[in-house]
């Protein structure tokens, strides 16, 4: 007889479900930074030029949307970690 420990065939479910709920973190956040991203930049271009003069908080619009990229990418990192334990 052999006392060598053998190695799981598969792995055990646990595990499984944990890359599948860390693929669904990764991707749920990637999807709300993908779309303000592209949102804030759709908004800058110059046929959408108006829309993005709107004063809002004393600046336009579009300078308040693009300085809020980074705020929102920390915050989402934060979360990502927060729930990746």
């Known amino acids: 007889m ?45 046929t959408l030029r108006e829309f993005a003069m709107t004063p809002a908080l004393g600046m336009p619009l579009g300078l308040l949307l693009s300085l809020m990229v980074f705020p929102l990418s920390w915050l989402l990192i934060a979360v990502y970690f927060a729930v990746w334990k």
């Open 2 to 46: 052999s006392t060598e420990p053998q190695c799981p065939a598969s792995p055990e479910p646990a595990t499984g479900r944990s890359i599948r709920t860390r693929f669904f973190l990764s991707f749920g956040l990637f999807v709300p930074f993908f779309l303000f991203y592209m949102g804030t930049a759709i908004i800058q271009t110059p």
